[in-house]
Every structure is written in structure tokens, then in C-alpha cells.
């Protein structure tokens, strides 16, 4: 813009030569080239150049002729500026046009009604010559909105990149001061919050509120890939993490006191949905956690230390129900280590694998492990579901009082005793077990 406006000033007075008004040339040599005959209006303006207002022309152009009015620069390109303000160019990173030596895109060399001697009324209005940062955007920065870029930006050069006027982390905390010192109370800090804060918020303004970048989920994926792979490709996915935002239901950005930057712990995360039932569609509902945990004596283990991620992942599986692996969602099924890979990740495979035993389970009729007879078949295969709930039960080891089986809720019937127990089963007649006393089943069929 300066150099259009230069080159019409040329262009006038070439015009005003040729049709002889323009001012007639000094016949003598001038102190001052501020006079009332020439560039009066110099030493007018509100802020005027240190040489000009002494009048001291020569700091920077060199006299060639003075009957023919002609002179050159004393130096040339950023020398000229730099001789009087070196200190402006002498940090590692230079403003690109102080670094060309194009001091006037930014600057009159004489005199301005604005403060600096630049050419438009404010900074910002200068900045967005070039910088066009605010564009479309529906919510800015706070310092950008109200035109002050320096209070984050040098004008000439820094020490730090984008001409910052300190590190990224330090110039954010240097405002936000209360987010500094709750980061100081946690114990878990998103690794971006400790110094790259622009990775997720744009520092002038953005289509979203809070200055992100972009929304839940796209902007986590930016650095989550793995996540998103499972989020968009798992069989089994989390319908949440999915949602617009979705990530911040369960997660904080910034930092927690829970590990993965949860907002509380896992079971009570869970909660904040599952205290509902949840339609599955094909009329099957998911129900309420919170009814399975009503009134329960007993709750298995990882649900009394509130740990969900015990059995379930979070963001997509490839397993029923977001299961971290294989757990046979059916009554039956063919007996291999495999289909139980989830419970033998706590429990011992040998509970279903020693068909004999006299300690390593108290469900066993003499040493005839019960386990292993109802479970460790070829066809039909009983499988953990088929006795015991997965969450919490009111009767000892989990055992359910009865179990889905189709359309009917199959009743167990298992009474504990001192040595032993009865099961009542809907799946076959009242049946007694003794660890000290054993019953005969010679008479019983395997299956």
C-alpha cells in the first residue's frame, strides 16, 4: 500500500511540474528541508520522526546536488533503519518485513498522526494488512477481539517463534493464571496443557467456542489415532465416543486427578449414562446398572473397587457388550480356554481344566471338580453366565437366582451348606454336592 501511495506521489508531482505549479527548488542550501517552501507539513503531524523534528534530513539521505534538489539514502536496505534502531533486529527471530528492509510497510519514515508512525490508527488495524487472522470467525481471543496483538506479539523481533514475547506456555499462563495453579493440584496433566497450547486452540480466534481448533471427536483424533481406529472400526462400538463432544463426557482437557484425564472415577463415569436402561434396538434393552446393584450383598470385584475397565474397554471392542476379550454371551457353548479368556484373566483355566481336585475349588462333589463337569464339555458347555451374575448377587460367589434362558428366567436354586450345597435348577432335577460326604452320580447323565 505504501508503495502505491509513493508511486502517486511521484506521479503528482510530475504532473504538477509539468504544468509549473509545483514549488519551486531552493536556489540556496537549506539547514532544514522543513520549511514553510518545502515538506512543511513534516514537523505538523502528532508524532514526528526524531530527525525530522530536529531537523537534521541528512541522518538519513545523503545530498547529492542542491541545485538540482537530488539526494540518495545514506545507506542502503535495513542499514538505513538499523544504524539508529539496531536493538529492534537484534533477537533471533526478525518480523519479515524488517527483515527485507521494508521498514515503510509498516512505518513513515517522517511523521504520522498515529503513535509509532505507522500508517492506519491502530496496531491491530496495521497487523490485519497482511495478518488476515479474525476472518469468519465467531469467537476471537480476547486480546485479539479488542486490537491488542502485542500483548502477545513483538512488533520487530523475538526470542521466540511467531515474534512471541515469551515461550507459548509461559505468555498463555501469563493470563490465565488461575488454569496454572489448578494444574498444580492434579495429578494427571494432558501432555499439550504443559507447554503447546495451540495445539488444540487457535491463539486469535475460531468457529468454536473456548478458541478449539475443532470439536470432539475430530480434534482428540488429531493426535489419538489409535483411539479413532477402534472408535470407527470395532465391531462392538461405544456409541458415545462418536458423539459431537463426546469425549468430554467422560474425559477432561486439561488435567485430573484420576488417570486418563477422567472427570471422576470409572464406575461413577459409567453411571452418569448407565443409570438407565439403554434400548439396543431389535427389542433388546441393556438395563439400568444401577437395578443390578440394588440391594446386592455381593459385588464382584472389579465393581466394588469401581473399576469398569476391569472387564470393559471404553471406546470400541471386538467383543459383546465392549468386553476387553472373550466371554460367551450365551447359556451354552463348546468348552475351549479361549471362549474364557476374560475370566481367566483373573481367574485360574485349571478351575475348568483339573477334573479332579481337593483344594483349588469348593464347588466339587468329593474331589470331582463341578466346575469342570458342567463346563468343560465338547457340545454343550455351561457356560460362567449360566450360574453366576456378572455384576453382584445377594448369595454367595456371585450366584444368580436365576438366569436369561430364551424367554424364561431360569431359577437356579443353590442353597449353600457347611460342606456343600443344592442346586434346583431349572435345567435339571434338585441335586446335592458334599465335599467331605460325596453323592453317588452313577445314575446321572454327563450332559
Not at 6 to 26: D, N, R, S
Not at 357 to 377: A, C, E, M, P, Q
Not at 408 to 416: A, D, E, H, I
Request: net charge negative.
Amino acid at each position: 500500500m505504501l508503495d502505491r501511495i509513493y508511486k502517486l506521489a511521484v506521479l503528482l508531482i510530475c504532473v504538477l511540474i509539468t504544468t509549473g505549479l509545483a514549488v519551486e527548488k531552493p536556489t540556496t542550501q537549506q539547514k532544514t528541508c522543513v520549511t514553510e517552501e518545502c515538506h512543511a507539513d513534516y514537523g505538523k503531524k502528532a508524532h514526528v520522526h526524531g530527525p525530522v523534528g530536529l531537523g537534521d534530513c541528512t541522518s538519513c539521505h545523503k545530498p547529492l546536488s542542491h541545485e538540482e534538489h537530488t539526494f540518495q539514502f545514506d545507506r542502503k536496505g535495513r542499514d538505513l533503519c538499523e544504524y539508529c534502531h539496531l536493538e529492534q533486529t537484534a533477537k533471533k527471530v526478525v518480523h519479515e518485513p524488517l527483515k527485507t528492509g521494508d521498514c515503510m510497510q509498516c512505518h513513515d519514515p517522517h511523521s504520522s498522526d498515529n503513535k509509532f508512525l505507522i500508517p492506519e490508527k491502530t496496531v491491530a488495524a496495521l497487523c490485519a494488512t497482511c495478518h488476515k487472522v479474525t476472518e469468519g470467525l465467531a469467537f476471537l481471543h480476547g486480546p485479539t477481539a479488542v486490537g491488542e496483538c502485542t500483548v502477545c506479539h513483538t512488533s520487530h523481533s523475538s526470542d521466540h517463534a511467531d515474534l512471541l514475547v515469551a515461550d507459548q506456555a509461559e505468555l498463555c499462563f501469563s493470563c490465565h493464571a488461575i488454569m496454572q495453579d489448578e494444574l498444580k493440584e492434579f495429578d494427571y496433566i494432558h501432555e499439550p496443557v504443559k507447554n503447546d497450547c495451540i495445539g488444540c486452540h487457535d491463539p486469535h480466534g475460531a468457529a468454536n467456542s473456548k478458541m478449539v481448533k475443532n470439536l470432539a471427536p475430530f480434534l482428540c483424533y488429531l493426535c489419538h489415532k489409535d483411539i479413532q481406529k477402534i472408535a470407527e472400526n470395532s465391531t462392538y462400538q461405544h456409541s458415545v465416543v462418536g458423539d459431537i463432544e463426546g469425549c468430554n463426557q467422560c474425559h477432561t482437557p486439561h488435567a485430573s486427578t484420576v488417570k486418563f484425564l477422567l472427570k471422576k472415577d470409572a464406575k461413577s463415569i459409567c453411571l452418569t449414562c448407565h443409570d438407565k436402561p439403554h434400548d439396543l434396538g431389535q427389542d433388546k434393552v441393556l438395563p439400568a446398572f444401577t437395578d443390578e446393584l440394588e440391594g446386592k450383598e455381593f459385588l464382584h470385584g472389579p465393581v466394588a473397587e469401581n473399576d469398569c475397565s476391569g472387564c470393559h474397554v471404553t471406546h470400541g471392542s471386538e467383543y459383546f457388550r465392549l468386553l476387553a476379550k472373550e466371554y460367551p454371551p450365551q447359556f451354552y457353548a463348546p468348552f475351549s480356554k479361549e471362549n474364557y479368556e476374560l475370566c481367566f484373566s483373573c481367574h485360574s483355566e485349571n478351575l475348568v481344566l483339573t477334573k479332579e481336585t481337593s483344594d483349588l475349588t469348593d464347588f466339587r462333589n468329593g474331589d470331582l471338580n463341578l466346575h469342570y463337569l458342567h463346563v468343560n464339555k465338547e457340545r454343550r458347555g455351561r457356560t460362567c453366565r449360566s450360574c453366576h451374575a456378572t455384576h453382584a448377587s445377594n448369595k454367595p460367589k456371585h450366584i444368580r437366582e436365576s438366569v436369561p434362558y430364551g424367554v424364561w428366567s431360569l431359577p437356579v436354586g443353590f442353597t449353600k451348606t457347611q460342606t456343600g450345597g443344592n442346586c434346583a435348577p431349572g435345567c435339571h432335577l434338585p441335586k446335592d454336592y458334599d465335599r467331605k460326604d460325596p453323592v453317588d452320580y452313577s445314575a446321572w447323565s454327563t450332559e
